[in-house]
Every structure is written in C-alpha cells, then in structure tokens.
C-alpha cells in the first residue's frame, strides 16, 4: 500500500465505518431495547420491585385541619340540591342508594378522594381486579334486612327456597379453598389452628367454641338476640344486662383471662380475629365486641353453609360499584366540604375541589354526613359536634402485589393448592388473599392483597410511625412478612402498591360500644343526619349500610316522603 | 518455534511463541475445533428437534462440508488487505456458530421450515470456516516454506478436529448443553480474533472498527453463555427425563415438549399431554367413542386440545362442517400450527380452513357463547388445582349443555378411573347432576397408564357400529370393553358415590390430589 493512497483510503473507509459503525451500534441498541432486561435483572436480584404508594388524600385533610385552607368558600353563586350526602363510602352510597330506592333521586354525594368507595375501595391493573380495603360480605344474618334487599336488587341473591333461604349466586360464594393456615411448617386448611395441638389446647378450643354457641344463641328479654347484626338490631338488654355491660368495659384479654381460657394457639386466633375485624389486639378490643366476632353471624343460604362468605376479585369494590352504578350522575368525586353552617331551614356546605382548588358553596334542605366523625367535627358547627375523646380508629396497612405465578408455584409451572385467604401463625401481618381465587380464568398471574392492622402499638402513634416509613422500608417489611409463608416470594413480585390508611377503622375498644358517647353519635342536628360504621363501633359493610339506610331514612322524613318499602 | 527461513534472515525476534505467525496458527486450531464443534451442535439438534439422528447427522455433515469448499473457491476473490478479511470472518463464524443453537432452540416454534434455517446456518458456518483456512495460508505464505506451511496448517486443523471429537460428547453435553457450549466455542473465537487483531495492530490501518465490532461481538456472547439458558427457558430441562427441545413459559402455563428417539412428549405445567408413540389411544378414544354415536354430525365443539391432535380425528368424518377450537393459550395454538414436525403429528387440522381457533378461557367464553354443536370434546388437564378444578364443576356443566344441539353429545377426558377411582366417579356424578345421561368408559394408553372418559348425552347417542377406516386402535369388537368397567376401577369411597364437584367445594380436586399422591408416594 503506497502511502497516499492509504491516507485517502483511510480517511474513506474511516467516514464510511463510522456510519456502519453507528448503524451497527444503532442496530445493537434498539436490539438491546426491545428485549425485556428488566424482568431477568429483577430476576437476578440486580433491580428492585417497583413500589408506589396509593394513600389517601390525608395531605387535604390535614391542611384544612391546620387551616392552611379556610374552610369558608369565598361568596358567590349557590347551588341549590335538595339533599347533600358528603361522603361516598358505604354509608354514603346506601343513604343514597335507599334515597333512589325510595323514589327519591333529587341528590347529590360528595367524595374528597377520587372515586368512591371508602374501605371497599378497589383497584384494577392488566393481571387482575383487587380490592384496597374490605374484601368479603359472610352470608347475611336474617336481621340484615338491607344487606338482603340490596342484595336481591343486584341479583346476587338470585332467588329463595321452600324454607325462605335465600340462593346466592354460585359464582359469588368464595370457591374453595376458602382459607388456610400456615403452622408447624405446612399449610392447614381453615385459620383456627389445628397442627400439632395438645390434648389441653383442644380441649380449649372446644370450650371457647360452645361457650360462644351459647352466647350466640343467648336472647334478651324482648325476645331478641343479645348479638346481632346490625348490633342496633339485637336485644335492648344487649348492654343493660349487668354481665353484658361488663363484658363492653373489659378487654377480650381480661375476659380470656378470668375465664381461664390461656392456651398460645386459642388466644393466637382470638387476637387475629380481632385485629381483622377491628384493627386492634386482645388487649384493646371491647370483650363484648370480640364475643360478637363468634357468636353474632347465623346466616343461612339455600346453596351454602352458614359460615360461608361472597368475595369478589375486587373484594367488597364489586359492592361499592354497584351503588356507585345506581348513583351514577349523582357523586362528584375529588370534592371535599369544608364547613356545613346552618342556614334557618337550610343547611349551607362549603366545598373545595381537590385537584385544582376551586370553591363553592351547596344549599340543601337535609345533610347526610357519611364521613367519620372525627372528620365531621372539623367541619360541623360548634354546637353539632360530639365529642369522641373514645373513639380509636385503627391504623391499616393494605399492599397489593402483583405476581407472575402464585408462590410456590414449581419449575415445571405446576401450581400449588393455593386458598382464597392465606394467613400465617407467625406473622404480625394477616396475611394475603388471591384477587383471581374468584374468577374462572386459569391464567397464572394474580394479584395478592396483603393485610396489616398497625396494631404492635397505640393507634396514633402507630397512624405517625406509618407515615414516616417509606416505601422502600415497606417494601422489604411486605416481603420479609410474606416470606415466612413463601420462600421464593421475591422471584413472583413484578409490582406493589400500597396504601395506608391512617384511619382505617372505627376499633371498639373497652367501653366504646356501651358508652354514652357513642350513644351520642346517633343523634342529628337539625337536618344534618350522620352516617358511618363509627355511629355502630364495628367497621363492617352491614354497620355501615345500616347507617347509611337509618339517615336516608330520616331525610325522607324530613321531606315529608313516606317509604314503599322496609320499616324500622 | 523453530523456522530455518527466518532464523537465516536473522529476524528471531519476530519468531517468539507469541509471535503473529504463532498465533495464526493456533487460530487455525481454534477454528478447527470451533468449526467441528458447530458442525456437531447443529447435527444434535436437528436430531434432537426432527428425530432420525442418522440421517440428520449425514446430511449435516455433508452440507457443512460442502459449505467449506464453497469458502475455499470464494476465499480466492479477496486479494486485499488478507489479516482484516480473516479477522473479520473469525468474529463472524464466532457470533453465527455461537449464536447457532440458541437461533435453533428459538426458531422452533416460529419458523414454518425449521430446515431451511437449519441448513442455511450449516452451510454459513461452513462457508466462513472453508474460507479461513485457505486466507491464513496465503497470509503465513511468506512466514514459512510451503511445505512447511501445509504440514503445520493441516496437522493443527486435524488435532483440532479430534479434539472437538472427543470434549463434545464427554464435556460439554453432559456438563453445558448445547447452547452454552455454542456461546462457549463463540466466545473462543472471538478472543482469538481480538488477539490476532492486537499483534497484527502495526499492520492494520484504522481497527478500531474491527475492535470496536469484536468487542460487541464478544459482549453478545458471553451474555448469552450467562443467561441464554434462563432466557429461552432451557434453564429447567434437568427436571424432565428427556431432552427439552422447547420450553416456554406463557401467560397461562409452561409448555414443554420433550425427545426422545422416536417419542415426542408434549408438557403443560410438568404434566405429560401426550407421547407421539401413544397418543393415537387416547385420541380415538376421546373422539370417537362418542362422534361415532351420534348421527351425522356436522358441528363440534373442543375445548382446550390445542394441540389439534383431537381435532385431527374429528376430521376423520366426512360430514363434519365446521369445527370450534377453544384453547386458553395462544402460543399453544400457534407451535402446533407452525411447527414442522407438529404439523406432521396433527395432519395440519389446525390449518383446515373448516376450523376455527378461539384463544379464550373456556369458561368464560362459554358462558357468552350462544351456539350449539353436535358434539363437544372437553379435554382439559387433570384437576390438579382449584383453577382448573372449576372446569369440572357443576357450574361448568350447566354451561356446557347449553352448547348441545338436539341429539348431541359431549366427551370430558376425566382421568385415569384406576388410579384415582373416586376422582373419577366424581366427574360423572357432576356431568349427570347437570341434567346429562353419562356413559363412563376407559382405555389403556401406556405412557399414561389406565385412562378415562365421561361421555354425556341426551338420548341421541347409541354405541358405534361403524369406526371410520384407518384406525389403529378402536373398532366395533372393542367398544364393549372400553364400556366395561372391572372391579378395581370403580369408587371406593361410599362418600363420592353421590359427590357433586361445586365451584364452593372443589370436592374433585381434593379426592384427585389423594387419590394420585397415594398412589405415586
């Protein structure tokens, strides 16, 4: 090669291999780009689980608290509405459900989060629908009239038999396996344990059992159940009897203890019992209300057994949806009330809206305030407030998972024996359950809704511990949890998503149920009716739509409406 | 290394062991290894994903031979700049040997004549290898005497070749599998290249083209020997008794087909669906016990078979109009349609114009179906789990008579009534609980053992009298037996006898689980 013409040819070839050169690299990286790196770094453990939190808009709240924001609207035009439901959880949506089922349909519903739902709120992602906060309805009692009716109306109770029993629809009764225990080392069907107990702890259990039969069966003397649900629709004697009243002011803890009843694995379940139903432990549950947990549900169905549950993929979000499709037009979400003031017959609300600020002022004839107290008594005039210095409301941590198998699926991709509901003896948490458990699909992916009452410590200072921990620290505190059930957790995790409830239930803690204040809550101020699972002191769907059904109730008697069905 | 040429010239300090002329020359022992190695990853695999080793291995390695001299006429048209041309041919026979059975491995399910890239990727690699030799002489031309050179060339290529002869079958099969050694033998060439290039640096103009190319080229492949494994879902194949040739995990199980010589197994979620050798058993009796029972049947109905192998026999009928496959997975459906050897297995039913393929769950898709067929073939995988438990549910039956035409008939695949005898007295008390009149019957298929079948009608089935021609394993003589049921398949379990599978009790799947564990533990 002489040496001119290798310069030239070089500067050439040089020119021409950079372009190849970048066309080739090009090439390499859309190659590189379109294949899925993250899912084997995820694999590879080089990656994080992504996490996004979820909670509520307690930022809204705690700035009208604070008053950062005033909460009277700037003067301007009024709207009027006949009536106003603040709130849209299930309280909220039954008093507007029983409005519309009562031929009134002049209403309108307020909702400070986006959407509406409260505790059954739900979600949806591309693998399943899921549920952020109540996730099953048991087989209702007789008592829980409205449950039934609403029920029929939606059609999941599809009919009745000779005896009255009402059918439900089959797809909605939790298929089997309901639930399952993870102790001694293996999985047990049902949660009261059963692996590897003493004759004394069996015997125990036994007697825990009968005595709560027995309370179950135990009526007033109106003739009513002492237990029932609504717990306003057992017998009158339900906290005048002297035992009784008793019971309401002690913890479960000093009633297992002064009944003898000592046993690790009984008291193990007495304290999850109580933590999932009320978000807190034995030792700050009303032993009244920890009785009720056993001895209140008498269900019965024409097609199921009477411990039987509905559950839905969204949990109790497929409830919510359907009051929120009976409402439809009528709920404005993102909107918060900021002050109700009243107004000689009328009652005035302030509102402002979430997203961008804008403010306004409703004119209504009769309020429903569907919102917990505690947040009610912001916005209430002075003279309306109750006070509610015993009222605990429990801090929740609710995470959804999102999982390409279901652990503990094998290599080959056979999957195990999973149950709805997945508890483990050793945890803190309550364990998980299956989003698609309910659905005939057989895909693999699912979605874990995984539970965890805050209740290692008093509720407030648990509600600012949770809201200090951030999502990393979650992240490896839901893992680290699960992983004692399932060791390969980690590897079947493709997302999180959590949500803290800061106030997640009313928990009827020693003398809450009986007391004069929770009493009090059931009183309106004029035409401003309250309705929420706190007015009950149990944070179930059959409390909360009672309380919903009672201030509809009174709306309509306000308005001079008489009802086509249902009395109380 | 000793060369009286140069040592008279008095160059010596050009002729140390790691000397370009050196190192050549171990390229031309790399290449040699490198090349035979290809050769007989590709000779494997065909043998492994077609069958017939022998003419696989024949046929692969008289195109890699040609191919070779193909490379050796062509290498006489590059008359310029010979180190460049040989280093780039060595990073490329690098990335398509090293590359070669990964493509294979993936291309099996996508690639309609998986033997046409089969031999193309031969004949490449032997093109390439064919023209390095005849370069590296022409380059070593001046470096040594001729006769010299022809010695040296030749004897390294053939120590190579015996070397690559004996570490394929005794390491790297047994200890990397195929894939990985691919990457492997890539991973050397291209080192190989790279050094070339590094001592030829002086007399090559402008390489950081070429290093930049083998650097990358080099990258690509050792993350393919580190996860090309994982990634294409070879990763598992130790837990299956025979060699995987495809695995893949789909949104909805874990397909994987095995071979062996002349027995192609296919895996949904590690549970065996069929063996090629057996598979016609269980086939003929599925579909025709029933299809033969009803008169002239014009529409059916599968649910899940997406392997088409039901569907096949389905069209054995002249009569028959048009045929609905509902199967969950569409890469199911889609391996049985495209692949070659698939195809052959199934006759193309999945390609007949008269079938339609729906890729939905069963479930679901029935509960909006508003159609209805003279016979419907159910065959799911066992209920082994409450998923899949719930397509033997009452709720599911229900559904399904919904979808019998008048004088129809429906067959479930239920198991085998011998090992899990309750288990199966259950899916016949479920499918009568739905208003049909059941017909249990069974079969042997060896690879599964003893097998079963719940037929259910509405009065419009009769027992065959007539088979359609070219069966090999049902006939008129042989119907009673498969109706007849000995004394050690039938329930045990007083309990079962009038146990209905419901969506809330999954009774079905917690018997077929007892029943299998005793009897495999």
Redesign the interface.
Known sequence: MSGTRTSTDRARRAGSFDRRHFLIAAGGFLAAAAFPWHRWLRDLRFTAIPIEEHSPNAALGHRLRDGTIPAEAPAGAIEDVPVLVLGGGIAGLSAAWWLSRNGFSDYLLLELEDRTGGNSMSGENAVSAYPWGAHYLPIPNAESRFVHEFLEEIGAITGRDGKGRPTFDETMICHDAVERLWIEGKFQEGIVPQAGLTGDERAEMRRFFDEMRRFGDRKGSDGRPIFAIPIAEGSRDRFRAKDLAELDRMSMAEWLDREGYRSRPLRWYLNYACRDDFGSPLERTSAWAGIHYHAARRGVAANADSQAILAWPEGNGFLAGKLRALGAGKIRAGEAATRISVEGDAVLVDTLRANDGARSRIRAKSVVVATPRFVANRILPEAARAPIDSAVYAPWLVANLTVEDLPGTTEEGHAPLTAWDNVSYYSDSLGYVVATHQTESIARGSVLTHYWPLSDRPAKEARLRAARTTPAEWRERILADLEGMHPDIRSRVTRIDYRVWGHGMISPAPGYLSGDERAGLERSFGRVHFAHSDISGMSLFEEAQYRGVLAAKRVLSDLGRTERRGKV | MANARAAAHGDAPERTLLSPAFVLLLSVFVIATCGLVYELIAGALASYLLGDSVTQFSTIIGCYLFSMGIGSYASKFFTRDLSRVFIRVEILVGLVGGFSAAILFAAFEHVGSFRVLLYALVMLTGTLVGLEIPLLMRILRKEYAFRDLVSKVFTVDYIGALLASLIFPLVLVPHLGLVRSAFLFGILNVVVALWTLHLFRRQL??I??LQ??GI?ALLALVVGFA?GE??MGLA?AS??PDRVVYSK?T????I?LTQAPHDLRL?????LQFSSRDEYRYHEALVHVGLAGIENPKRVLILGGGDGLAAREVFRYPSIESIRLVD?DPEMTRLFSNNDVLRGLNRDSLRNPKLAITNA?A??WL?ANRDTFDFVIVDFPDP????????YSD??YRELKRAVAPGGAVVIQSTSPYVAKNAFQIVDNTLASAGFRTHPYHTNVPSFGEWGYVLGDFGGWKIPTKYPEGLQYLSTAVTPLLLAFPADMRATDPAVLHSVN??????L?RTF?NEWDAYLH
Not at chain 2, 384 to 391: A, E, R
């Open positions: 103009h402008s950081s083209a930049f190319g990358l996860f994982q990634i598992d837990s299956f995990a949104h909805y199980q874990r994987v895996f949904l979620n590690g549970n969950l769950d479930f679901v509960r082994s789990n409450f998923s899949i438990g719930k397509l709720a599911f419901r969506l809330n009790n999954q009774i799947v689980e």
